[in-house]
């Protein structure tokens, strides 16, 4: 079952904040965050792993709620190249290699 | 390293058409997957494998086909393409790294079905 991603979609001015939420219905081992601008493929951001350990990418950072079972993706003054779709993937166990990514969160930054 | 690498950029089939679609990974890579991406849906895990020889289902499977005779090569076949296949198809790659599985994507397959 996918995970669910809010907001669906989100316009932002250079320089404003935003949050990306990830919620799943399966107990999770970690969370992947990936970043896919139009037409391209979807790039890795970071990884959220059970434990707290976690790595982070230029102004964005993430937050692992184990127990809930939610992760939340932070955006810092925002750039124009902050623009693009993003999607959460969890993981429920360390031997399961597959990702269920979400439906994603479109985010637009305008000057 | 070229990464990993999706042909065609670009397919039409009829209905009915069989068809190969090649991804290769040169990072020596443990697991590879096949997604596919509609609009509003996300991407979904069509196939994935853990090494060669080894090949699992992921959320749709019905209507593909792979194989993993090496550790590079992880097509994915068609076997008689309908309308409702028309997506954007992602190969990927990861390799585990203290549990980590970052995810390496190729440039992706635009096809559609007739």
């Known amino acids: 079952q996918q995970p669910v991603q809010s907001p669906q979609a989100v316009i932002l001015r250079e320089g404003e904040d935003a949050v990306i939420n990830c919620s799943s219905s399966?107990?999770?081992?970690?969370v992947h965050w990936y970043r896919q601008k139009h037409g391209e493929a979807p790039v890795f951001l970071m990884i959220?792993?059970?434990?707290?350990e976690q790595k982070g990418h230029e102004k964005i950072s993430a937050s692992f709620n184990e127990k809930k079972q939610q992760s939340s993706l932070y955006l810092t003054a925002s750039q124009l190249s902050y623009s693009g779709t993003y999607f959460c993937?969890?993981?429920?166990?360390?031997?399961?290699?597959?990702?269920?990514f979400g439906k994603g969160t479109k985010l637009s930054v305008i000057p | 390293n070229a990464g990993v690498t999706q042909t065609p950029k670009f397919q039409v089939l009829k209905t009915g058409q069989s068809m190969t679609l090649q991804c290769a990974q040169d990072m020596n890579h443990e697991y590879m997957s096949w997604y596919r991406q509609d609009p509003g849906m996300g991407l979904r895990l069509i196939h994935y494998s853990v090494g060669a020889g080894i090949t699992d289902q992921g959320e749709v499977p019905n209507g593909y086909n792979v194989s993993r005779s090496t550790t590079e090569d992880f097509p994915l076949r068609l076997l008689s393409a309908a309308p409702s296949q028309t997506s954007v198809y992602f190969c990927a790659s990861s390799y585990s790294t203290s549990g980590s599985h970052e995810q390496y994507f190729g440039p992706g397959t635009r096809l559609t079905v007739t």
């Open positions: 399966k107990a999770l081992y970690s």
């Open positions: 959220l792993l059970k434990g707290g």
């Open positions: 993937g969890p993981r429920s166990g360390a031997g399961s290699y597959q990702l269920t």
